[in-house]
């Protein structure tokens, strides 16, 4: 069945400093979402990338789907405390309607 | 976006009872969807709540493990039945809404604990 893969599973940044998460299917993606989940929190929506190749920013976060439509991105520049939080990628096959398949987390530890 | 609510929003059980979670939405709804998420994993889709007719489980879940009900389009309950140490975790509901589809929007989630 359908995978998605995310690394790394722990991300220890300084403040200031950039990181960036990886997302990859097995299967090719008809769109991939991200979502953040605060500590004791439930998941938010960040975005959703749905065309090949496409390039998405919000403030300092950059995302980015590939071109065969099978991995994304997540860039984070200038991390800031605020940015602590796991991020999950979720992909949506075309013949799975609105089912997501979510990929493992990346968990962000920011040191000040 | 829209107010999801989930009752309740924790709750300590005995091993063999069975707790019985609500989600309201305040918006008109086209999917909703129930997810269990155990302490520091990812999140795994149980069913797709279907209105008016029985859930689609994912595989490794059942109905009888996991009654779901769906009455009308904002509202849907998930019953963790028969419960065992196993079951210990947080149960979302997230939902799509009919102005925003294809993004999943998350309730607060049940942590759920099981002695």
């Known amino acids: 069945g359908q995978q998605v893969m995310q690394i790394p599973q722990y991300q220890h940044v300084q403040e200031g400093e950039d990181f960036t998460t990886y997302c990859n299917s097995s299967?090719?993606?008809?769109?991939i979402q991200w979502y953040k989940q605060r500590p004791g929190g439930h998941p938010v929506f960040l975005i959703q990338l749905v065309k090949s190749g496409e390039v998405k920013k919000q403030k300092r976060l950059t995302f980015q789907f590939g071109e065969a439509k099978k991995n994304s991105s997540l860039h984070i520049t200038a991390t800031q405390t605020t940015d602590v939080g796991t991020y999950f990628c979720a992909g949506s096959l075309t013949d799975s309607w609105g089912k997501l398949q979510f990929g493992a987390g990346t968990q962000v530890v920011v040191t000040p | 976006s829209a107010v999801i609510s989930q009752k309740p929003s924790r709750d300590i059980c005995q091993r063999g009872t069975s707790l019985t979670i609500q989600c309201q939405v305040d918006?008109?709804?086209?999917?909703m969807f129930w997810y269990r998420q155990q302490p520091g994993q990812s999140l795994t889709l149980i069913a797709t709540?279907?209105?008016?007719?029985?859930?689609?489980?994912e595989s490794g879940f059942v109905i009888d493990k996991f009654p779901i009900s769906r009455p009308n389009l904002t509202f849907s309950t998930l019953t963790v039945s028969n419960m065992s140490p196993e079951d210990s975790s947080i149960y979302l509901c997230?939902?799509?809404?009919?102005?925003?589809?294809?993004?999943?929007?998350f309730g607060p989630g049940t942590r759920l604990t099981v002695l």
């Open positions: 709540a279907n209105q008016g007719s029985e859930a689609t489980y």
């Open positions: 299967t090719t993606l008809s769109n």
């Open positions: 997230s939902v799509e809404l009919l102005a925003d589809p294809f993004t999943q929007y």
């Open positions: 918006s008109q709804v086209t999917m």
